[in-house]
C-alpha cells in the first residue's frame, strides 16, 4: 500500500523536528557546561619563597613556612574573588618546587592540578643568596670605616652576579613545569621590590651609598632575569619594584612597602610588611585579569 501524501509529510516534520531538537541539545550542551564553569571560583595556586609568604605580617596561618593570610597571594584572591591553594614557603629554592622543603613538606608542584586556572610566584632570592649579600653590605660606622661590599664583589669578579646569570635556565625550566602541570592556568610572576634607593640613606639604613646601589642591582638584575623567562616562557610578569619605588627601606615606616634591618612594623627584615603586600597584590590581581 503506498502512502499518502499527508503521511509523508507527517513523516518528514517529524523527523525534521526530531533533528532540529537534537542539533539544539548539542548546540546548547557545552554552553551550559560552559556557563558552569564561568560560575565557579577561579582556582589559584601560589607557589615561591617568603616574598610570597609574608613573614611574621599577622596572622601566620602556616608557622612551618613563616605564611601570613595577608600576604600577597591572600591579598590578590580576595581581589579576583578566586579559591586559594597558597604553598608559599620562607627560604624556599626552586629546588623545593619539586622535593620536600625542610625534609617534610610536600612539593610545592603538587598543589599544580590540570583545573588549575592561576599561578603565581616569585622565586630566585635563596637560590642566588641575596640576603646573604644584602649582610654582607651592612657597615654601622660612616665610610671609611668598614669594608665596602661592592669593592668585594668587584675584587672576586662579582659572584652574585654570576650566579643570577646562570640561574636564569633554571627559572625558565621551572616554568616550563608549571605550564606542564597547570596547562590550563594563566601564571603570574612577581619580581622582587625597591629596598633601598640611590645612594642609600645611610644611617637609617646601615648600608653605604655605593653598597646600597650595588645591593639594588642585583635585585635588578634577578628582576631582569624573572622578566625575560616570562616573556620566553608565556608568563606574565609584574614589576613589583616599580610599585614599591618610593617606598622602600628609606622611606618613613608609615610609607614603607618593605622592612628595613630593623623593622618598624611587624615584618621580617627586608621583607614586604603587610602594607607593601596590599600593594603588591594588587597589582598581581590586576596583571591576572589582564
Not at 168 to 182: I, N, P, Y
Request: hydrophobic content about 40%; some cysteine.
Amino acid at each position: 500500500m503506498r502512502p499518502t501524501r499527508a503521511r509523508t509529510t507527517a513523516v518528514m516534520t517529524a523527523a525534521l523536528s526530531a533533528a532540529a531538537l537534537s542539533a539544539c541539545v548539542l548546540a546548547t550542551a557545552p554552553a551550559a557546561s560552559a556557563s558552569s564553569k564561568a560560575d565557579e571560583p577561579l582556582e589559584y595556586v601560589a607557589i615561591g619563597d617568603s616574598f610570597a609568604a609574608g613573614p611574621l605580617i599577622p596572622d601566620q596561618n602556616q608557622l612551618s613556612c613563616l605564611r601570613s593570610n595577608r600576604n600577597y597571594p591572600a591579598v590578590a584572591a580576595e581581589a579576583l574573588g578566586a579559591r586559594l591553594t597558597d604553598v608559599s614557603c620562607s627560604g624556599a629554592k626552586v629546588s623545593d618546587f619539586s622535593g620536600r622543603q625542610f625534609g617534610l613538606l610536600p612539593p610545592q608542584y603538587d598543589a599544580l592540578k590540570p583545573s588549575t586556572d592561576l599561578v603565581t610566584l616569585t622565586i630566585g632570592g635563596n637560590d642566588v643568596s641575596l640576603v646573604a649579600t644584602a649582610l654582607g653590605c651592612v657597615n654601622l660606622l660612616p665610610k671609611p670605616t668598614g669594608i665596602s661590599c661592592a669593592d668585594t664583589a668587584v675584587s672576586k669578579g662579582d659572584p652574585t652576579a654570576k650566579a643570577i646569570d646562570a640561574w636564569s635556565a633554571t627559572f625558565g625550566k621551572a616554568l616550563d613545569e608549571v605550564h606542564r602541570r597547570a596547562p590550563n592556568a594563566k601564571i603570574v610572576v612577581a619580581g622582587y621590590g625597591t629596598y633601598i634607593r640611590k645612594d642609600g640613606c645611610w644611617p637609617t639604613q646601615p648600608i653605604w651609598d655605593k653598597d646600597g646601589n650595588y645591593l639594588q642591582a642585583r635585585v635588578n638584575q634577578l628582576n631582569g632575569v624573572l622578566a625575560e623567562q616570562s616573556r620566553a616562557h608565556h608568563a606574565t610578569y609584574v614589576d613589583t619594584a616599580a610599585v614599591s619605588a618610593g617606598h622602600d627601606t628609606c622611606a618613613a615606616p608609615s610609607e614603607r612597602y618593605i622592612e628595613g634591618l630593623v623593622p618598624t612594623s611587624v615584618a621580617a627584615p627586608l621583607h614586604p610588611n603587610a602594607r607593601g603586600m596590599a600593594a603588591f597584590g594588587t597589582a598581581v590581581a590586576r596583571a591576572a585579569k589582564g
